[in-house]
């Protein structure tokens, strides 16, 4: 919900594609300097407290949003100052959540239980974004009431967090957080399955996901239609993820686990830059749904085999250097707004689902140049 009401809340302010990139590298700077040390987070303390301590900052972030909307008081540094909070917020908690899957069922269901988790958050995110835009759309509740709605919702997540076991952190030998995380990018430079993951996860995130961000911009300007449709288009995107996960769930521990990495890669781009000619807007509906499907698909395959390919004591800092691509994907918004006000948003789009393409293929003549075993979930 946030997610879609800060974009509207930008739009509002400025009716610039600039600022919705300029709020996205507010996120992204902060995830990336953040990202690292949750991944020092996850491996030294207890994940369930990193998770209960971010709930509660998100929390803080809605109810402050909503309460400056509410009372006329909204300007467009808070939202920076909110969008780089909840960047460094995901990049502590992000980390510890996926690495925690790990503890809870283990190495054999680790690929399903990755790809259900994300099957629940899909399945959320198919009525919040919906809730949001129609919350955003009555003029007696609008964007600031649905920034206290989402606070509502993380109250939620908090008391669940709480609930979570608390296992022992097994990093036995914590050192200086800087050594560890240099320890980690040595780990992973010296994997060169997870390294190759890592490297083709954040181009393909950086731009394909950047989809995302400029949304309503293209539902507004573009389409000319309001509030609502936006939300709903954001839904659509869940319903492909939903529709997607479980026969992702079903194969992602099984041998061709990598080769439904590389169709998810190619589906994710395709799909993108259909998006970018979608001559109306139910068209564009019914790609944004193919999207999510992708988009799904590769971020749970990708995420499990990085995890099944690496070791446990090191599975907070691989997680934290794959979640690094959404830092990327933050960093990315502004140049590809400054381009989209500079050649259009059609071709902005366009250029998006290119190098996600491009880059999913050189991932996959990569790993057929050098054969199985590493094209499975696991070796």
Known sequence: MQFLLRGLLAWDLTGRESAFGLVFLSFGLCMLIFTPLGGVAADRFKKRRLLVLGQLVLMLVAVGMGAAVLTGHEQFWMLLVASGSQGATFGFIGPARVSMTYELVGRELLGNAISLSILSMSTTRIFAPALAGLLAGVSAVGIGGGYLVSGVFSVTSLVLALRLPDFEPRNSTPKNPFREIADGVRYVAGNRRVKRLVISSTAIIMFGFNYITFLTPMVKEVFERGNGSVGFMSTASSVGAVLISIPVAKRADSAKAGHLLIASGVGFGVTVMALSVA?????????????????????????????????????????????????????????????????????????????????????????????????????
């Open 279 to 379: 001559p109306s807007y139910w068209w564009a509906v019914g790609v944004v749904v193919m999207i999510g499907g992708s988009t799904t698909g590769y971020q749970a395959l990708s995420n499990s085999m990085a995890m099944a390919s690496s070791s446990s004591d090191q599975h907070g800092r691989v997680q934290s250097l794959m979640q690094l691509s959404f830092a990327g994907f933050g960093i990315a918004a502004l140049p590809l707004g400054a381009l989209a006000e500079w050649i259009g948003l059609r071709q902005s789009i366009a250029v998006m689902g290119a190098v996600t393409l491009l880059a999913t293929l050189a991932y996959a003549w990569v790993m057929s140049d050098s054969r199985a075993p590493e094209m499975g979930a696991s070796s």
